[in-house]
């Protein structure tokens, strides 16, 4: 029966080939405004670390002034002061926790020909590859000796590794910074988390940064932040020493806890710690100390540009729309058929047979108009990438995977199916032989 | 007129029309508050950001030998720009209007913590920066070269003096209607700033900023590696200039790289990047679904005048005129679009507030409803206007024959 059911609606639709031209349209389009939108939206609200986003924590304390928190309603503040970054990384080091911070270098390749060129670079502590397992290529992350030793090591990014060494093995090799020089431990897989989870300060979506230091090292030659930096109070011009005492916020922290029990004593390790800086003359604020996991992380910094909420609000209603429009076209059709419908009861057909050739029919039209829609979709994130031509990152936010295609088809078919519950009902009331009396 | 029977009639049969209605109800809410959101786009987008954009163009310099002498580096480059044939001006600031990036401090009435404070972006430089950025001295005097310092480690009290935008004396001083100019403000608790001067206009660095017209500037030059050069040309020049300029620094000293060398024009374009492109794909949808709405009524009047065509024959029989039978559809439709725009005008109201809510949206402008009112009766007319008029081509000698 099915294939008959089939064939009876590849009739029907190739009988009114512009009105199911219209419809299939309306359904592509819908599904092609919503789907552009919800992949965007996939990709920006993504979980970049799956496997390990219940257990990493970004670390928050309260340090701001008295008078006003640092966001209302009582926000701590998003970044930590050095002070409070390094005395809790010594203080806990039972846990494993990362502190860094983002800065830019000046790299000076070795040649006449070839010319400096500023790169970003992170500074952070050892943890760091192993805590959000950093893919390696070559090498790998420095010790543990290597930050308390203040040894002049750095990671290199495949892209960097790429424009310095060729894309070799350059373990080993010196590399100048702002006229220090680094030996090369270890050249990063590629490696782009999608948002960029672990500092959102600057672009949510930007690439991480080209390569990695050592914290105590970047601190003791003195890297200025590149990232954003907040004070509540003024430090004067005391130079980079008067900044690292200062209340400034700058520094990112990150704790991998992996039981409810760590998180516990993790929480009362910064309580603790917090209480006895108050007792000398820091913290003014009440306790306010919280550890987020990466999910919870994204959702304080509103990773999800607002733009896009609203333009998947409209895109939804858009769809509306579109299934309004199918509805009503859908309806109509039945409705200019009720005569062969009703001649269709009176030689026998029973209501389970006709809902089946309409919702079939309908169907079809689903796969037809998720097909457009798909193909649509491609275009319109075409098209926003056009419009963003200029941000490198938007490349990222507009690719469409297997679950995206799929989910558009699903939707596509759905809906048309949700279009077709009425009109199909509205088919199958018609009673037998009602319209066959005038003839 | 027949409004009666129209009536009657669509209310036998209910359900198609109620879709279209429906349909355009939720195109009309869609499309007033798309609007709205362009509307807002593009009032932000045409605020002027107080600088001479067309004739102004910045780049960064960044010096990465260590112990490089930046001071007299900084000196000799303004020197090289500023003798420039077709250069106007030029400084060396931290940050410049619609950059997205840059400094901003607290400014209170009286000194001490705890104090009420009024923010402001803040712009070191000296006393070129009224005449490099191109903004109006309203009130005051511009800096006197002797007031201009460099940062000291030593001293950490902030500089004495301050010219300011309107809109930050306005903010600090609502009640004042004289001069903001010889007033004291306090910065860093408690260092005093006295206002020397007023500019009509400076943006802060932040368009997305709510105080984005506070910005003060500071008559101290910072010694910085990393240093922005702001420089205004000669009408027509700045393109010409840009290389000629790039290639100078470069070879004035290989201790440093310059980079980012951007025209405003192009620094407001990537700065409001976003935002037009939300405009153009706001305009997308809205267009999009004002098509497929069109088309939507198309089809089903196409239908209801294909159901319908013995009684039009009928009435057409009956002595009816062919514009009365197109009048009857377009007649239908204007009461159709009716219903529809009334419950699309409630939705958008209802979503617009939403959206107030959620995201911060200003409130509509109240042109915005009728205005969409009269698009949404006008498409509906020109969707019906072509069945209507085929409904009118059926043949009065219809009605003789049996279907």
């Avoid at chain 1, 359904?27 to 996939?42: L, S």
């Avoid at chain 1, 990493?56 to 006003?68: A, C, H, M, R």
């Avoid at chain 1, 040894?151 to 590399?175: C, M, P, T, Y």
């Amino acid at each position: 029966m099915f294939r008959y059911y089939l064939k009876l609606g590849l009739l029907s639709i190739r009988a009114n080939p512009a009105l199911s031209a219209l419809m299939v349209a309306a359904i592509g389009i819908g599904i092609g405004a919503c789907m552009t939108i919800v992949t965007i939206y996939y990709v920006m609200s993504g979980n970049p670390i799956p496997q390990k986003s219940e257990i990493l924590f970004n670390v928050q304390v309260d340090s701001w002034s008295p008078d006003d928190p640092y966001d209302e309603p009582n926000e701590p503040p998003e970044q930590m002061t050095y002070l409070d970054a390094t005395g809790l990384y010594q203080a806990g080091d039972d846990f494993k926790q990362v502190i860094m911070f983002l800065s830019d270098r000046v790299v000076q390749p070795e040649g006449e020909d070839n010319l400096p060129f500023e790169i970003e670079s992170r500074a952070t502590t050892h943890d760091f590859f192993d805590m959000f397992e950093v893919p390696f290529q070559y090498g790998s992350p420095w010790s543990a000796s290597a930050d308390t030793a203040e040894e002049r090591v750095i990671v290199l990014s495949q892209a960097l590794n790429e424009k310095l060494f060729g894309g070799a093995d350059s373990i080993g090799e010196q590399v100048m910074l702002n006229g220090e020089s680094y030996r090369v431990v270890g050249v990063l897989d590629y490696w782009q988390p999608i948002p960029k989870f672990y500092d959102l300060n600057n672009n949510d979506y930007g690439m991480p940064a080209q390569l990695f230091l050592p914290f105590s090292v970047a601190v003791a030659n003195e890297h200025g932040s590149a990232g954003n930096t907040n004070c509540w109070k003024p430090f004067g011009d005391g130079g980079y020493s008067a900044f690292l005492n200062s209340e400034c916020i700058w520094i990112q922290m990150w704790a991998e806890l992996p039981t409810a029990a760590e998180q516990d004593r993790y929480r009362q390790f910064l309580d603790s710690y917090v209480t006895e800086q108050k007792t000398l003359g820091r913290f003014p604020r009440d306790l306010n100390n919280r550890i987020s996991n990466v999910e919870e992380w994204l959702e304080i910094q509103e990773v999800v540009d607002e733009d896009v909420s609203m333009l998947l609000g409209l895109a939804t209603l858009f769809l509306v729309v579109c299934l309004l429009n199918t509805i009503g076209l859908l309806l109509a059709k039945v409705m200019r058929r009720t005569k062969d419908i009703s001649l269709r009861r009176a030689l026998g057909a029973s209501k389970s047979s006709l809902f089946s050739q309409y919702i079939i029919e309908a169907g079809l039209i689903g796969i037809a108009g998720g097909v457009l829609g798909i193909a649509l979709t491609w275009l319109g994130l075409r098209g926003i990438l056009n419009l963003f031509s200029e941000m490198d990152f938007v490349q990222y936010l507009v690719k469409m995977d297997w679950v995206m295609v799929m989910s558009a088809v699903l939707l596509a078919v759905v809906s048309a199916l949700a279009a077709a519950l009425y009109p199909t009902w509205r088919a199958c009331s018609i009673t037998p032989a009602s319209q066959l009396r005038i003839q | 007129m027949e409004f009666g029977p129209i009536w009657r009639s669509l209310l036998r049969n209910k359900a198609g029309y109620v879709l279209i209605a429906l349909q355009i109800a939720v195109t009309m809410a869609i499309m007033v508050n798309a609007v709205a959101i362009m509307q807002e786009r593009a009032n932000d987008m045409a605020r002027p950001s107080g600088v001479d954009e067309d004739n102004i163009f910045t780049f960064a310099s960044i010096a990465f030998v260590p112990d490089t002498n930046m001071r007299a580096l900084i000196d000799e480059d303004l020197d090289l720009i500023r003798n420039t044939p077709g250069v106007i001006d030029v400084i060396a600031t931290n940050s410049f209007p619609l950059r997205q990036g840059g400094w901003s401090m607290g400014l209170t009435l009286e000194p001490g913590a705890g104090q009420e404070s009024v923010g402001t972006a803040i712009y070191f430089s000296d006393e070129h920066a009224v005449n490099t950025y191109g903004t109006r001295l309203i009130d005051g005097k511009d800096f006197d070269p002797t007031q201009i310092t460099w940062n000291e480690e030593s001293v950490s009290k902030w500089a004495p003096a301050g010219i300011i935008t309107e809109a930050l004396g306005k903010a600090l001083f609502p009640d004042e209607q004289g001069s903001y100019v010889g007033k004291t403000v306090y910065i860093n608790e408690n260092d005093p700033v006295k206002i020397v001067g007023v500019v009509d206009r400076l943006q802060a660095p932040w368009k997305g900023w709510d105080i984005v017209e506070h910005s003060m500037l500071v008559p101290q030059r910072r010694d910085g590696e990393f240093q922005r050069y702001v420089v205004r040309t000669e009408p027509g020049s700045r393109d010409e200039l840009m290389p000629v300029i790039e290639e100078m620094l470069a070879n004035s000293s290989k201790d440093r790289i310059i980079q980012q060398m951007r025209t405003m024009t192009e620094v407001r374009h990537r700065s409001y990047l976003g935002d037009s492109a939300m405009i153009k794909m706001l305009m997308f949808i809205v267009t999009l679904l004002t098509v497929i709405t069109g088309l939507g009524i198309v089809g089903l009047a196409s239908f209801s005048v294909s159901r319908r065509t013995r009684q039009i024959g009928i009435r057409r029989a009956l002595g009816a005129t062919k514009p009365a039978v197109v009048r009857y559809f377009m007649l239908e439709n204007f009461m159709i679009s009716t219903v529809g725009i009334v419950a699309g005008g409630i939705l958008a109201v209802a979503l617009n507030m939403f959206m107030v809510n959620a995201f911060g949206l200003r409130p509509l402008s109240w042109y915005v409803i009728p205005s969409a009112m009269l698009i949404l009766w006008i498409v509906g007319q020109l969707a019906v206007a072509g069945p209507a008029r085929r409904a009118s081509e059926i043949s009065p000698a219809i009605a003789t024959r049996s279907s």
